[in-house]
């Protein structure tokens, strides 16, 4: 069997004789398909629990999804290969918590509310990847570590340091928020997972199966860092920011880290190391964009490269080729 917890806003304000008669014809149909659940509303909100057969819930969840007097569903967990229902008897009980004024219920909607808020911030703060994993019912505090190959990305403001110190911290927080913001969607538009924020660069990932999409998500973060633009302060005039990104390709290991209090789901290894030098090193390159020769390799049949040159880097033994993609977007603009 399959459990499915959701949440979802109302697409328009639902009167309580609506609700009932939502729960009951679900109570009508979920009976004949063996599904069994509670559905829990309030402060516009629904917080439903299916459970049953998995295809079943399957086929009611793609329903659920599609009707349009809900909106905003999130799934909070999904459980597979559940052996005992939690709600034997109900095939799909309604509590209204606004319409109760009864204290265990008023306690649960408050409980619920906080919860909820909670799950949203956490959201926020943390790695995709790990909230996609508590979706699907997996606890990544417990995923074992293993090896993968991977694209390790790193892109940086060039100059940060000058622009915070001359810049009120409000136009400082704006134009990093900006940078964060538009960095997350070209590499998550790529199917890429962004890692972690760390200062003013973001650590990002892809997969080594499809190199294309990683150099597509770079293009189109120094076509949008392009048009970042710091305002004009008093007698002066705006002024454009830009990025340098380094990328490697390599064998990664990817797991928990951490000690008993704090946690990271995050990738280590030379890779990583190494996207961060070169990223370091664009400073003096004439392009934005700096990469391994493994990389090179990798994206041959889609993008010509040009050599940057031959250089050492802390940490290596030996010196290595560094590469660039040959592109408009990756040039930087001669003074
Ligand atoms: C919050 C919410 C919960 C719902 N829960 C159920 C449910 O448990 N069972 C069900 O059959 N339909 C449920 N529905 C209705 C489905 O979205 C959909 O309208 C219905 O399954 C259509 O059935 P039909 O394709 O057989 O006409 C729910 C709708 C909403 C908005």
């Known amino acids: 069997m399959k459990r499915i917890l959701y949440l ?30 509670i559905l829990i509303t309030f402060d516009l909100l629904f917080f439903q629990i299916i459970e049953g057969p998995e295809n079943n819930i399957n086929n ?19 459980e597979e290969n559940v052996q005992t229902r939690l709600f034997e008897d109900w095939h799909m009980k309604i509590f209204n918590l606004d319409s109760n004024p009864d204290a265990l219920e008023y306690s649960i909607k408050i409980l619920l509310r906080s919860l909820i808020k909670t799950y949203k911030i ?29 694209i390790v990305m790193f892109a940086d403001i060039v100059g940060f340091s000058k622009i915070s110190e001359k810049n009120p911290i409000e136009k400082v927080v704006e134009i990093i928020s900006r940078f964060f913001e538009n960095v997350t969607l070209a590499v998550e538009n790529q199917n890429g997972e962004v890692e972690k924020f760390i200062g003013d660069c973001v650590m990002a990932s892809f997969s080594a199966t499809n190199p ?8 189109d973060i120094l076509r949008r860092t392009s048009e970042i633009f710091i305002p004009a302060s008093a007698g002066g005039s705006a002024q454009k920011i830009s990025c ?40 003096s390159l004439p392009f934005s964009l700096a990469i391994t020769s493994e990389l090179k390799d990798a994206i041959a049949e889609d993008f010509t490269c040009v050599k940057m040159g031959t250089y050492d880097l802390k940490g290596k033994q030996n010196s290595v080729e560094i590469f660039s993609v040959d592109l408009p977007e990756t040039r930087k603009p001669t003074a």
């Open 8 to 37: 979802s806003h109302y697409s328009y304000d639902w009167q309580v004789d609506e609700l009932q008669n939502l729960a009951d014809v679900a109570a009508t149909k979920n009976r004949e398909l063996s599904i069994t659940g």
């Open 244 to 283: 340098g990104i380094g990328m490697a390709i390599g064998s990664t290991i990817e797991g928990n880290v951490g000690s008993g209090t704090r946690m990271d789901y995050t990738i280590l290894g030379d890779v990583v190391n190494t996207a961060q030098r070169l990223e370091q090193l664009t400073r």
């Open 212 to 219: 294309a999409k990683a150099i597509n998500a770079v293009i």
């Open 60 to 78: 009611l969840f793609k329903k659920i999804c599609k009707d349009n007097r809900h909106c905003e569903i999130s799934i909070i967990q999904c």
């Open 122 to 150: 956490i959201g926020r703060y943390n790695h995709s990847g790990i909230l996609r994993k508590i979706k699907a019912g997996i606890n990544p505090a417990e995923i074992a570590p293993r090896r993968v190959k991977k």
